[in-house]
T-cell receptor, first 111, second 118 residues
Framework: RKEVEQDPGPFNVPEGATVAFNCTYS??????FFWYRQDCRKEPKLLMS???SGNEDGRFTAQLNRASQYISLLIRDSKLSDSATYLC????????????FGTGTRLTIIP | GAVVSQHPSWVICKSGTSVKIECRSL??????MFWYRQFPKQSLMLMAT?????????EQGVEKDKFLINHASLTLSTLTVTSAHPEDSSFYIC??????????????FGPGTRLTVL
């Protein structure tokens, strides 16, 4: 089983729609969770950290369910500029910087 | 925000040659730098963790004699792909972090180096 699993997509979503991604992780001791965004042929960029209480940043909402070991990302009122690959990222040990990346979910927003 | 640069941004080389990639933290001193590799449509895979002044820690399956890492200062790490072969063609990305006590430290990624071995 992969350490971090994501549906690779692609998700093709009309502009203005709401889209949600899920991600599961295998290590129950994982400490920190993130969503990164990666544009084609570019480096990943941190979109947001994910906290147990859930957190929101504008149109983006992230949730963590430790009991079920999954993380979600919700994008509301999607924009054309949201088209990218979204990477679920897990840090297994607090104080250890090693990150484990999912394969990413590809999102295309359609005008 | 913190800026990490990589050089070169792309390189094409002949099979059997060695290629050096530089990773620099421009506006902060990085306690740790990481080297990743990403093949098309695949995830970023950590190759090694590098701390200034000490030997790099390589992930399982990564040949340390093939992928030489030198971390000479708190702002510079280099990855040398020795005797490169076509299967080494990939997108190599570095990241850097600095220590903030009591919290997870964000990794700042370089723009990546696209290596093509002919």
């Amino acid at each position: 089983r992969k350490e971090v699993e994501q549906d690779p997509g692609p998700f093709n979503v009309p502009e203005g729609a709401t889209v949600a991604f899920n991600c599961t992780y295998s290590n129950s001791a994982s400490q920190s969770f993130f969503w990164y965004r990666q544009d084609c042929r570019k480096e990943p960029k941190l979109l947001m950290s994910v906290y147990s209480s859930g957190n929101e940043d504008g149109r983006f909402t992230a949730q963590l369910n430790r009991a079920s070991q999954y993380i979600s990302l919700l994008i509301r009122d999607s924009k054309l500029s949201d088209s990218a690959t979204y990477l679920c990222v897990v840090n297994a040990t607090f104080g250890n910087e090693k990150l484990t990346f999912g394969t990413g979910t590809r999102l295309t927003i359609i005008p | 925000g913190a800026v990490v640069s990589q050089h070169p941004s792309w390189v094409i080389c002949k099979s059997g040659t060695s290629v050096k990639i530089e990773c620099r933290s421009l506006d902060f001193q990085a306690t740790t730098m990481f080297w990743y590799r990403q093949f098309p449509k695949q995830s970023l895979m950590l190759m090694a963790t590098s701390n200034e002044g000490s030997k790099a820690t390589y992930e399982q399956g990564v040949e340390k004699d093939k992928f030489l890492i030198n971390h000479a200062s708190l702002t510079l790490s280099t990855l040398t792909v020795t005797s490169a072969h076509p299967e080494d063609s990939s997108f190599y990305i570095c990241s850097a972090t600095y220590l903030l006590a009591g919290s997870h430290n964000e990794q700042f990624f370089g723009p990546g180096t696209r290596l093509t071995v002919l």
